[in-house]
T-cell receptor
């Protein structure tokens, strides 16, 4: 079974530029999560999708971050414009709809904003 | 809101020895899940072990076991016969058992070094 795929693995941009990350969850997983992991901290949820609907985006800085999951499969997370404090690892995870299932993580995208 | 605390930023263990990583959490819920994830330098989060709060028996996965103390809200991870490949960041995480899927709440992590 293929795992969660993410791209790119690394991205370096200058502040005020825009950037987009892509995630393809495990096949059949209805729930998809984006987490932000700042250096030295644990991951924190940015947004949760169930199929193509948003379940929780309360921690997403909506003035600069956006995310979509149009066909209920893969998802993109965008930052526009980026700030220095957005430098972090962005992790995508997915789980099945059974409610008691484990979340499986992708390899993450490391973003550096200069 | 739930919180997870890992009070040991760094730990080290000799190869083949046993080490215990600590985790405490705060919640008013009675049904939830607890996890330990391992994050090597590659950054991939790998599930180590999982515990359902309604189960009194401590979970075990090969060399990994937990000591779950529900009343004390404590969830420690014991690694036996430590191997060089165990060196990584270890994160304790909490998840509510509400309807549908719920996100994970992570601690700040413990960096484990294994000395040959």
């Amino acid at each position: 079974e293929a795992g969660v795929a993410q791209s790119p693995r690394y991205k370096i941009i200058e502040k005020r530029q825009s950037v987009a990350f892509w995630c393809n969850p495990i096949s059949g997983h209805a729930t998809l999560y984006w987490y932000q992991q700042i250096l030295g901290q644990g991951p924190k949820l940015l947004i949760q999708f169930q199929n193509n609907g948003v379940v929780d985006d309360s921690q997403l800085p909506k003035d600069r971050f956006s995310a979509e999951r149009l066909k209920g499969v893969d998802s993109t997370l965008k930052i526009q414009p980026a700030k220095l404090e957005d430098s972090a690892v962005y992790l995508c995870a997915s789980s099945s709809l059974a409610g008691r299932e484990t979340q499986y993580f992708g390899p993450g995208t490391r973003l550096l904003v200069l | 809101a739930q919180t997870v605390t890992q009070s040991q930023p760094e730990m080290s263990v000799q190869e083949a020895e046993t080490v215990t990583l600590s985790c405490t959490y705060d919640t008013s819920e009675s049904d939830y899940y607890l996890f330990w994830y391992k994050q090597p330098p590659s950054r991939q989060m790998i599930l180590v072990i999982r515990q359902e709060a309604y189960k009194q028996q401590n979970a075990t996965e090969n060399r990994f076991s937990v000591n779950f103390q529900k009343a004390a809200k404590s969830f420690s991870l014991k690694i036996s016969d430590s191997q060089l490949g165990d060196a990584a960041m270890y994160f304790c995480a909490y998840r509510s058992a509400g309807s549908g899927n719920t996100p994970l709440v992570f601690g700040k992590g413990t960096r484990l070094s294994v000395i040959a």
